[in-house]
């Protein structure tokens, strides 16, 4: 997606079809496993699910132009190589000593490489180990 396309929920838009956006998304929720390089443009476009308008479509029309493109670009996983997904999770209950919030990350690796990963600051507040563990699952 170009840094200069802005998404917004676009109040003045003519509203669309929901069901063909929904299964567009999915589609290529399905093939981010082997194009991350999508990531970020899909899930920036699922944001507007709930009122969509001709531009949120356009944007996603523009992914899969860039994709057709580049069919070239993307993870490969070659039948009969034993390439392992490895997911490590990891949360700090009630760590945050100003705030005792507890913080929960995962990341994803497949063979060797990194994949995906993330870290987030849980909303809620734990009094107790018990119950952050409660929030954290």
């Known amino acids: 997606m170009s840094s200069e396309t802005k998404l917004t929920r676009d109040e003045d838009g003519e509203p669309i079809d929901d069901a063909k956006y929904h299964g567009m ?4 929720f399905y093939l981010t496993a082997s194009r991350p390089d999508i990531m970020f443009s899909v899930c920036l476009c699922t944001h507007f699910q709930e009122a969509l ?3 949120h479509i356009e944007a996603v029309k523009r992914i899969f132009r860039y994709i057709k493109g580049t069919t070239h670009i ?7 190589t034993k390439i392992k997904t490895i997911a490590y999770a990891d ?8 705030d005792r919030k507890s913080t929960s ?3 994803t690796f ?9 870290s987030k600051k849980q ?9 952050a563990g409660y929030v954290s699952a």
């Open 105 to 107: 990350s995962v990341c």
């Open 123 to 131: 909303t809620a507040l734990a009094i107790s180990t018990i119950e």
């Open 74 to 80: 993307g993870l490969w996983y070659p039948k009969g």
């Open 53 to 55: 308008k001709t531009s």
């Open 25 to 28: 998304i999915g589609s290529l």
């Open 110 to 118: 497949i063979g060797c490489c990194l994949k995906s990963w993330f």
């Open 91 to 98: 949360s700090d209950h009630a760590g945050d000593y100003v």
